[in-house]
């Protein structure tokens, strides 16, 4: 299934050094080895597949087509549509539980519901069996050295500090990235981030009593409320995990919802067909954490011919497009395809890359907030849902 490795007298003598062994990181470990290079992948957590707690914490992710063309480049797809359930429309929850089915396209087009911690996993013995690739968990970089060439890695099992030379650097280590902590320092390197004035919590809804699916299986569910929503995408075991995007402050909001009986009788009001089949809803909305949702930008991506950002490191977007994790696969495609193109012309790979990335990405930022507010307020419109009708989306 993976493609062959060349042989180590054809292996370039450098070895690529990848921060971060999440969904993008393990993409582009596989891509960088298939390519002939030797990859070393550092990754802060310990290792996914030790710990059967993450998954059920796991948040879902919608892969599309475009993160599926970047798997299908490296011959996994097949292995990760075996923990992907398909969504072929939105099924939209009015107060009173009336149901409308939106379907995504007239010929049975679909986006897939994947758990972030399954595919990861999936992705995590991917990698394993490739020739060529060495994981390190439990990695923290904890400062990069520019000029020197230099990561400061901790190893977390110990508490020990070390010294890492690199020969190339890839930033793969998300949203907060340390390697892109290091360029911020530098001169005429651009950077922002933007967190909305919401945060959200993922909820559950319970399997059936004979594991199956007590709502609709292949729909993305959406229960818009104007102000706020709850989404939920469905897992293999018969449950859907909930995301509720609610306002930090206000009358509704996480602040205003302090206790159990405040958050029943929330939820009995606004998403009462839901109620009945979250069982843990008051537990799992006081144990579960509230997160933040953040747009960062910068660029450029890369530093002195040697270090290159990928995924969310260079450009994290607001979940609402579903397309974050889409656009960190479409990075490694397009940094494959360059590759084959320029050889080891790193220079120009990288520079090729970053200017014909960033337009993109910075789109998709602006849609993925777009669409919040189609989602929220926008789908629940009747006007709106005559007008797609009359699009035939
Ligand atoms: P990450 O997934 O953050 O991985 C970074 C890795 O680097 C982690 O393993 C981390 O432990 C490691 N790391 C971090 N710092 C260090 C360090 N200092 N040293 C060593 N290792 C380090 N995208 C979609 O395409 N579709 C969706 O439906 C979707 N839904 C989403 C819903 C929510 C609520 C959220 C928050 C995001 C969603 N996304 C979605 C976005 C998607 O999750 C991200 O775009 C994607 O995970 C980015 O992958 P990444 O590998 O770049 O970063």
């Not at 995590?124 to 990561?151: A, H, T, Y």
């Not at 991506?301 to 040697?306: E, L, P, Q, V």
Request: glycine fraction near 8%; hydrophobic fraction near 40%.
């Amino acid at each position: 299934m993976l493609a062959p490795t060349p042989a180590p007298s054809q292996l370039p003598a450098e070895t690529l050094t990848v921060m971060g062994a999440g969904l993008v990181g393990c993409l582009l470990a596989l891509y960088l080895a298939q390519h002939g290079h030797a990859v070393e992948v550092f990754e802060r957590r310990p290792d996914l597949r030790g710990d059967a707690k993450v998954e059920a914490r796991s948040i879902n992710l919608a892969l599309s087509d475009r993160g599926w063309r970047a798997l299908e480049g490296v011959g996994i797809a097949d292995a990760v549509r075996e923990v992907a359930i398909a969504m072929r429309g939105r099924m939209m929850h009015g107060v009173e539980g009336q149901l409308t089915f939106q379907p995504y396209g007239q010929d049975g087009q679909a986006i897939y519901s994947v758990s972030r911690a399954g595919l990861n996993r999936r992705m995590l013995d991917l990698v394993e069996q490739q020739p060529g690739i060495r994981m390190q968990f439990e990695q923290r970089c904890q400062r990069v050295d520019l000029r020197n060439s230099q990561l400061e890695m901790r190893d977390e099992t110990t508490g020990e500090s070390r010294i890492q030379p690199f020969q190339r650097l890839f930033g793969a280590d998300g949203a907060y990235s340390a390697v892109r902590g290091a360029m911020q320092r530098t001169d005429r390197f651009n950077y922002s981030q933007q967190y909305l004035d919401y945060g959200y919590k993922e909820l559950t809804i319970a399997a059936g009593p004979d594991g199956s699916w007590p709502i609709e299986k292949h729909a993305l569910h959406i229960w818009p409320r104007g102000q706020y929503m709850m989404i939920a995408l469905p897992n293999l075991d018969g449950s859907f995990n909930c995301t509720l995007f609610f306002p930090y402050e206000g009358a509704n909001s996480f602040a205003a919802l302090q206790t159990p009986a405040q958050v029943r009788t929330f939820f009995a009001e606004h998403f009462a067909d839901a109620v009945p089949l979250m069982p843990d809803l008051e537990t799992e909305f006081f144990a579960n954490p509230t997160s933040s949702l953040v747009t960062v930008r910068c660029f450029p991506w890369s530093h002195a011919d040697d270090v290159l950002l990928l995924g969310d490191a260079s450009h994290a977007i607001v979940p609402f497009y579903g397309q974050g994790m889409n656009s960190g696969f479409e990075d490694c495609a397009v940094l494959a395809e360059l590759l084959e193109e320029h050889g080891s012309d790193w220079p120009r790979i990288m520079r090729q890359f970053e200017t014909s990335r960033k337009p993109n990405t910075d789109a998709m930022a602006d849609l993925a907030v777009y669409n919040f507010y189609e989602m929220r307020d926008r789908v629940a419109d009747p006007r709106f849902l005559l007008q797609k009708k009359i699009e035939g989306r």
